[in-house]
Nanobody, 116 residues
Framework: QVRLVESGGGLVQPGGSLRLSCAAS????????AGWFRQAPGKQREWVAY???????VYAESVKGRFTISRDNANNAVYLQMDSLKAEDTATYYC??????????WGQGTQVTVSS
């Protein structure tokens, strides 16, 4: 039943940073995970990062060391700090929260474009 709304996307140069936000309509503290996926045109949606209910952060190999996921239960929000952005990071980014990774609620997506 939870609704998710992403924001913070935009155009950034290679090496730049963006911070994505995901606002939830209700508490997300009782979900097993909160995460981020991304999808580029013509490609399959892929997992980027997630944080578990227990507070463990897990990242895809392609973004490890550059992205940081966090959740703010008090404000019903999930964030994705993206640093050292590369052209290959260009995609629509989606927030996802639920009992199983890739299931449950999805946001509408926010576009991230990394280009000179």
């Amino acid at each position: 039943q939870v609704r998710l709304v992403e924001s913070g996307g935009g155009l950034v140069q290679p090496g730049g940073s963006l911070r994505l936000s995901c606002a939830a309509s209700r508490s997300i503290s009782d979900f097993n995970y909160a995460g981020w996926f991304r999808q580029a045109p013509g490609k399959q949606r892929e997992w980027v990062a997630y944080v578990t209910r227990g507070g463990t952060n897990v990242y895809a190999e392609s973004v490890k060391g550059r992205f940081t996921i966090s959740r703010d239960n008090a404000n019903n929000a999930v964030y994705l700090q993206m640093d050292s952005l590369k052209a290959e990071d260009t995609a629509t980014y989606y927030c996802n929260t639920g009992p199983i990774l890739g299931r449950g609620a999805w946001g509408q997506g926010t576009q991230v474009t990394v280009s000179s």
